[in-house]
């Protein structure tokens, strides 16, 4: 949060975004992840059954440690699971899976904003490290061109989430298909089961999103008073 002042009010929301954000898909994953999906699969057994599907059989499928983890990496063309993900037969196991592949495919049929999300990764990060410094350093000795450029080294973390959205929407959206598709999920509760986990996820991002852009936001407020 940088530092507190009267221009915290215009983080509020977000916080409270990001509060109820957390607590849906902490409470949405607790639920589903102790309902068994009835077919009785595996993340890892659904992991392989959705890749062999789509013609993805050079990915690898790794367990990994951590609660929650589960993440595709492009340029490893790995899948990494937890332990719970990987070894479990719930709904949500299944749900997480799904959307992890989800990402495989963007990747495959080379989906503009993932691609645009993964060219911005190392320019994001380097903004990201300067932004806070410059614009502290600029604030503090009342040096605009400084804020500026943190301010603009900022905008590159906020437009890095921005384009996450889609990304992360549209691989939701291809989990429900690859599992309706491969008949892994078929009758309508467990259909809305796993939307309701990729939802609460896929919420988080939003607000992660809505915290960037009021943070930027209250730079501006605060290069302003300058």
Do not use: C, W
């Not at 903004?127 to 410094?133: F, L, N, T, W, Y």
């Not at 061109?145 to 929407?169: C, H, K, R, Y």
């Amino acid at each position: 949060m940088f530092f507190f002042d009267s221009t915290m009010i215009i983080l509020i929301p977000a916080i409270i975004l990001t509060l109820y954000a957390q607590y849906k898909v902490k409470t949405t994953y607790l639920k589903y992840s102790t309902i068994l999906a009835k077919n009785g699969l595996s993340g890892k057994e659904t992991a392989e059954e959705l890749l062999l599907r789509n013609n993805l059989s050079n990915i690898k499928i790794e367990p990994i440690e951590g609660r929650l983890s589960d993440h595709y990496d492009p340029r490893q063309k790995k899948l990494a699971l937890s332990k719970e993900i990987y070894y479990g037969k719930s709904l949500a196991a299944q749900g997480i899976v799904a959307h992890e592949i989800g990402h495989a495919l963007q990747d495959a049929k080379n989906y503009f904003p993932l691609s645009l999300r993964s060219n911005l990764v190392p320019v994001t990060n380097i903004g990201s490290s300067m932004a806070v410094p410059l614009f502290l350093i600029g604030f503090i000795f009342s040096f605009p061109a400084l804020m500026d450029i943190g301010i603009i080294a900022f905008s590159l973390a906020v437009l890095f989430s921005l384009v996450t959205l889609p990304v992360e929407f549209n691989a939701s959206k291809r989990a429900v298909n690859l599992l309706v598709g491969a008949n892994i999920v078929s009758d309508t509760e467990e259909i809305n089961a796993v939307k309701k986990v990729l939802n609460a996820a896929a919420f988080t991002y939003v607000a992660a999103t809505s915290v960037a852009v009021f943070q930027l936001l209250r730079l501006i407020v605060l290069r302003n008073r300058r």
